[in-house]
């Protein structure tokens, strides 16, 4: 390493005005005995001040834990409580607003011509849910004055007769793909 006589030629050539504030000193000077004399100066302001007096009322201490309150850490607490009573309380709650599905028009099957029935099941039979139906005969009630009947009586002979013919008129290849 370089001895410090080379250090300071070095810091010489490199920057003569920092080698000039190194030979007059750090610059900053303080009065003699100012430590001295420091503590009965600022004594003496006190004094002549005179004691501060806090009149408080019961607002400003209202005020001042209100504005406690509002700080971030409380407001979060607060609004995370509310949050999750709100929705505990819609979680929890039963529903007493659900009423039961009445039809909108109640229209009886004897009401509506054969004819009609018959094309509309005829077009729609695809779309109708077995489900539905099986339900529908389900609910159906004894107390029910009024039975009525899609299709018209047929005798077992009649039905027997129209089965024959239906079995006849089927192709075994149908009667695979519905298998």
């Known amino acids: 390493m370089k001895n ?18 190194k030979e007059e000193g750090d610059g ?11 503590p009965d100066e600022v004594l003496n302001k006190v004094q002549r001040q005179g004691p501060a007096v806090e009149r408080s009322s019961w607002f400003d201490g209202i005020a001042s834990f209100l504005q406690m309150l509002w700080q971030p850490k409380y407001v979060l607490a607060v609004a995370s409580a509310a949050a999750i009573l709100i929705a505990a309380v819609c979680f929890f709650k039963k529903d007493t607003t659900k009423e039961e599905v009445q039809p909108i028009a109640a229209v009886q099957v004897s009401d509506i011509p054969f004819e009609e029935l018959h094309e509309y099941l005829s077009d729609n039979i695809a779309d109708i849910d077995e489900n539905l139906i099986v339900e529908a005969s389900l609910s159906t009630t004894e107390s029910q004055t009024t039975k009525t009947t899609i299709l018209p009586k047929a005798t077992t002979e009649e039905l027997e007769g129209y089965l024959d013919d239906v079995i006849d008129e089927i192709d075994p290849k149908d009667l695979e793909d519905l298998f």
């Open 4 to 21: 410090k006589e080379e250090l300071k030629e070095e810091l010489e050539g490199l920057s003569p005005f920092l080698t000039k504030m």
């Open 28 to 38: 900053f000077k303080v009065p003699a005995d100012y430590f001295k004399t420091l």
